[in-house]
């Protein structure tokens, strides 16, 4: 048996508060990977390019209004259309370095007050990440960070909310790192930590879907 045959890309995830600094660090760990010789992608939802990301991004620059189920399925769904490609890529060899996953959908819906198992209903049978890397920051110093953008979550009284449901779906697979570090310093744990994932996904460790 060959073993490489089934030798793919990792899903790994980076999940956090709004201004944790998941923009900055995926952009860092994709031009890490690279210099390294991998093949890597960096990814983001919400995926505002398509059509349902349009309504999405409408919606978080109050530009429109939408019951907070909708919203949630819009998010869903918006991971739903890019599914297939997702998969592709991985058992291509792709690395793909997501910024937001299924954890936001259901850490910000159930902020909101939704049910948190209706919140995951719709996200069974996505892709599970290989990794979630919780990027850790108390929600007051994410506020001070040059202030949010204006758009609709970036609130302090919600991210504290937000912040409270993370840690009720937060499992102990996931690994955290204290955002509050020098940028450097965070990039640095942020490498060793996704090298060994990347490296098992190489010797073909299996693809499963959320949500187990
Ligand atoms: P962004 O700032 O990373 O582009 O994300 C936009 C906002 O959307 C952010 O406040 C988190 C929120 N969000 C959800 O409410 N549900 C989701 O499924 C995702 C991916 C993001
Ligand atoms: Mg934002």
């Given at each position: 048996k060959n073993c490489s045959s089934n030798s793919r890309g990792a899903l790994i995830v980076l999940e956090g508060l709004d201004r944790s600094g998941k923009s900055s660090q995926s952009s860092r760990l994709v031009s890490y990977l690279e210099s390294q010789g991998h093949a890597v992608e960096l990814w983001r939802f919400p995926d505002?390019?398509?059509?349902?990301?349009?309504?999405?991004?409408?919606?978080?620059?109050?530009?429109?209004?939408?019951?907070?189920?909708?919203?949630?399925?819009?998010?869903?769904?918006?991971?739903?259309?890019?599914?297939?490609?997702?998969?592709?890529?991985?058992?291509?060899?792709?690395?793909?370095?997501?910024?937001?996953?299924?954890?936001?959908?259901?850490?910000?819906?159930?902020?909101?007050?939704?049910?948190?198992?209706?919140?995951?209903?719709?996200?069974?049978?996505?892709?599970?990440?290989?990794?979630?890397?919780?990027?850790?920051?108390?929600?007051?110093?994410?506020?001070?960070?040059?202030?949010?953008?204006?758009?609709?979550?970036?609130?302090?009284?919600?991210?504290k909310k937000v912040a409270h449901c993370y840690e009720v779906l937060r499992d102990p697979s996931w690994k955290i790192i204290d955002a509050c570090q020098p940028m450097e310093e965070v990039e640095k744990q942020l490498q060793e930590i996704v090298w060994d994932q990347v490296v098992a996904c190489q010797k073909g460790k299996p693809l499963f879907n959320l949500w187990r």
């Amino acid at each position: 048996k060959n073993c490489s045959s089934n030798s793919r890309g990792a899903l790994i995830v980076l999940e956090g508060l709004d201004r944790s600094g998941k923009s900055s660090q995926s952009s860092r760990l994709v031009s890490y990977l690279e210099s390294q010789g991998h093949a890597v992608e960096l990814w983001r939802f919400p995926d505002r390019n398509t059509s349902v990301g349009q309504m999405i991004s409408s919606y978080l620059s109050n530009k429109s209004q939408l019951d907070d189920h909708t919203i949630h399925l819009l998010f869903s769904a918006n991971r739903w259309e890019k599914r297939s490609v997702m998969e592709a890529k991985l058992k291509a060899g792709v690395n793909l370095i997501v910024d937001r996953y299924s954890y936001s959908g259901v850490a910000f819906s159930s902020a909101k007050g939704l049910d948190v198992e209706w919140c995951k209903a719709p996200e069974v049978g996505l892709l599970a990440p290989d990794l979630v890397v919780y990027l850790d920051i108390l929600p007051e110093k994410a506020s001070e960070r040059g202030g949010y953008g204006g758009e609709r979550y970036e609130q302090l009284e919600f991210q504290k909310k937000v912040a409270h449901c993370y840690e009720v779906l937060r499992d102990p697979s996931w690994k955290i790192i204290d955002a509050c570090q020098p940028m450097e310093e965070v990039e640095k744990q942020l490498q060793e930590i996704v090298w060994d994932q990347v490296v098992a996904c190489q010797k073909g460790k299996p693809l499963f879907n959320l949500w187990r």
